[in-house]
């Protein structure tokens, strides 16, 4: 398959605890990758791996994997995080790169 | 610290041929731990990846853009560009380029440049 599904929208209120999910049958066998998008600006890599950090990203984001589902969870989040999120991996062929639509996070 | 920078024609009319070159600084494209990729974002929608580039020059595309896209690498330069033909309104998008860490079991866009929005249009 070479697709990624994502919730369209979602919010949170600030400080409070946010999971936005990433499907896929390639996640049974790759690991998502996580970007987080602000208007106007490039994507910005905050998880990668199993749950690793790019340098500079704060520890309240983390990255989880079940089966074809990925996670990233914002443990207390703050309001410079509403952004829009993506998710990426290779698709089940191994060869190629997808990414899934997108979720606009809202912080309240 | 490393820098991306895309570069190249705002507009292009349909049917014409859109080609962008992406300059980097702070790292050598002859580094074999990276790929070189280009992603597009059309107005309003979601990231749609287009390909990557190893410097050994093998390239990888989205199958769905495959018959009209060329990626290629000028190490000596530390650029590499995209060429796209028979373009129309729906290959309006902002054009990013991107280092690539690929491994066995993911694929992630580490660095990004600005990002230069390409409009088709007469």
């Known amino acids: 398959s070479s697709e990624l599904t994502q919730d369209p929208a979602v919010s949170v209120a600030l400080g409070q605890t946010v999971r936005i999910t990433c499907q896929g049958d390639?996640?049974?066998?790759?690991?998502a990758s996580w970007y987080h998008q602000k208007a106007g600006q490039a994507p910005v890599l905050v998880i990668y791996g199993q749950n690793n950090r790019p340098s500079g990203i704060p520890d309240r984001f983390s990255g989880s994997s079940s089966g074809n589902t990925a996670s990233l969870t914002i443990t207390g989040a703050q309001a410079e995080d509403e952004a829009d999120y993506y998710c990426?991996?290779?698709?089940?062929?191994?060869?190629?790169?997808?990414f899934g639509g997108g979720t606009k996070l809202t912080v309240l | 610290q490393l820098q991306l920078q895309e570069s190249g024609p705002g507009l292009v009319k349909p049917s014409e041929t859109l080609s962008l070159t992406c300059s980097v600084s702070?790292?050598?494209?002859?580094?074999?731990?990276?790929?070189w990729g280009w992603v597009r974002q059309p107005p309003g929608k979601g990231l749609e990846w287009i390909g990557n580039?190893?410097?050994?020059?093998?390239?990888y595309y989205n199958p769905s853009l495959k018959s009209r896209v060329t990626i290629s690498i000028d190490k000596s330069k530390n650029q590499f560009s995209l060429k796209l033909i028979s373009v129309t309104a729906a290959d309006t998008a902002v054009y990013y380029c991107?280092?690539?860490?690929?491994?066995?079991?993911?694929?992630?866009?580490?660095?990004w440049g600005q990002g230069t929005l390409v409009t088709v249009s007469s």
């Open positions: 702070g790292d050598s494209m002859s580094n074999s731990n990276y790929y």
């Open positions: 990426n991996s290779r698709d089940t062929t191994g060869n190629r790169v997808i």
């Open positions: 991107a280092r690539v860490r690929p491994t066995p079991g993911f694929i992630p866009f580490d660095y």
């Open positions: 580039i190893y410097y050994t020059g093998n390239t």
């Open positions: 390639s996640l049974r066998s790759y690991y």
